[in-house]
T-cell receptor, first 112, second 115 residues
Framework: DQQVKQNSPSLSVQEGRISILNCDYT??????FLWYKKYPAEGPTFLIS?????DKNEDGRFTVFLNKSAKHLSLHIVPSQPGDSAVYFC???????????FGQGTRLTINP | KAGVTQTPRYLIKTRGQQVTLSCSPI?????VSWYQQTPGQGLQFLFE???????NKGNFPGRFSGRQFSNSRSEMNVSTLELGDSALYLC??????????????FGQGTRLTVV
């Protein structure tokens, strides 16, 4: 039972354009969501998070949007840079549980 | 501030053996979680420790165990290794706030290969 889904295994975007990564979840108990970036053979790097009491959180080039009614979140990266090429994971948590449930990841490639 | 440190980085073991992996969290972080990453199953939660107590556990067999010490350092142990245990094992530490919400910061991982 995949509670967190990233339906696009890969995404290719031109440098300078906007990258939009999507994530859907099924468990309505999830109330905290995170995005991580991962390079091969390294641990995930935390990017940005959002609580279910918000619908948007912004940090520099990264913005996360949460649509609770649709159980959908997205990560926007603008402008996209070559260094953004990596695998991006969304993760969901239940408050106080510290038990992240990850999606399968989306490989983002930024083309010069 | 030093990040999460995992040792060793790489490990090769034989089926049937046991293995212990170590994790030193970020200073001040009392919550330590372990995850397994495989190509087929993705990133899966193993267990979480807080103040030396296991608070949460994932759906893994009893061959997978862990512990946390008073200085928050943690170890995980896998006994009777199987070929399917080959994976990247990741440790994450969190500074849990009063509201119970905290970002998890990951170490570089330990790549375990079972032959």
């Amino acid at each position: 039972d995949q509670q967190v889904k990233q339906n696009s295994p890969s995404l290719s975007v031109q440098e300078g354009r906007i990258s939009i990564l999507n994530c859907d979840y099924t468990n309505s108990m999830f109330d905290y969501f995170l995005w991580y970036k991962k390079y091969p053979a390294e641990g995930p790097t935390f990017l940005i998070s959002i609580s279910s009491i918000k619908d948007k959180n912004e940090d520099g080039r990264f913005t996360v949007f949460l649509n609770k009614s649709a159980k959908h979140l997205s990560l926007h990266i603008v402008p996209s840079q070559p260094g953004d090429s990596a695998v991006y994971f969304c993760a969901a948590n239940i408050q106080g549980a510290q038990k992240l449930v990850f999606g399968q990841g989306t490989r983002l490639t930024i083309n010069p | 501030k030093a990040g999460v440190t995992q040792t060793p980085r790489y490990l090769i073991k034989t089926r049937g053996q046991q293995v212990t992996l170590s994790c030193s969290p970020i200073s001040g972080h009392r919550s330590v979680s372990w995850y397994q990453q495989t190509p087929g199953q993705g990133l899966q939660f193993l267990f979480e420790y807080f103040s030396e107590t296991q608070r949460n556990k994932g759906n893994f067999p009893g061959r997978f165990s862990g512990r946390q010490f008073s200085n928050s350092r943690s170890e995980m142990n896998v006994s009777t290794l199987e070929l399917g245990d080959s994976a990247l094992y990741l440790c994450a530490s969190s500074l849990v706030s009063a509201g119970g919400i905290a970002e998890a910061f990951f170490g570089q991982g330990t790549r375990l290969t079972v032959v």
